[in-house]
């Protein structure tokens, strides 16, 4: 069974930027597509990006693309989010996310293993 553990959020003004871990302790980590998904409270939770198990394939939700990316380090377990140019609408809980194929990647139901969450908060 698969454990995540987000990391790396935080407090930053608009414009700025912060770098997201998710570090897996479960094995086939490297088997599995990686997802990130965030949740703004009221709202439901949305896709941010995903990313192939061997990186070499990665989608972005329009919101994010051209300001966040997506990558990963197999050797440690590791998949991470650099988020710049951040916007206040960019504050939620960000969750991370794993499944074993590529598709159907915007759906949360489709996705096994889920962390607990990291708060981002973007001030303006």
């Known amino acids: 069974q698969a454990q995540l553990v987000e990391s790396g959020g935080g407090l930053v003004q608009a414009g700025g930027s912060l770098k997201l871990s998710c570090t897996s302790s479960?094995?086939?980590?490297?088997?599995?597509?990686v997802a990130w998904f965030r949740q703004a409270p009221g709202k439901e939770r949305d896709f941010v990006a995903a990313?192939?198990?061997?990186?070499?394939?990665?989608y972005y939700s329009e919101s994010v693309k051209g300001r966040f990316t997506i990558s990963r380090d197999n050797g440690k377990n590791t998949v991470y989010l650099q988020m710049d140019s951040l916007k206040p609408e960019d504050t939620a809980v960000y969750s991370c996310?794993?499944?074993?194929?590529?598709?159907?990647?915007?759906?949360?139901?489709?996705?096994?293993?889920w962390g607990q969450g990291t708060q981002v908060t973007v001030s303006s």
């Open positions: 990313i192939s198990y061997n990186g070499r394939s990665t």
């Open positions: 996310a794993t499944k074993s194929d590529w598709g159907w990647l915007v759906e949360p139901s489709q996705y096994t293993y």
């Open positions: 479960g094995y086939m980590f490297s088997d599995l597509a």
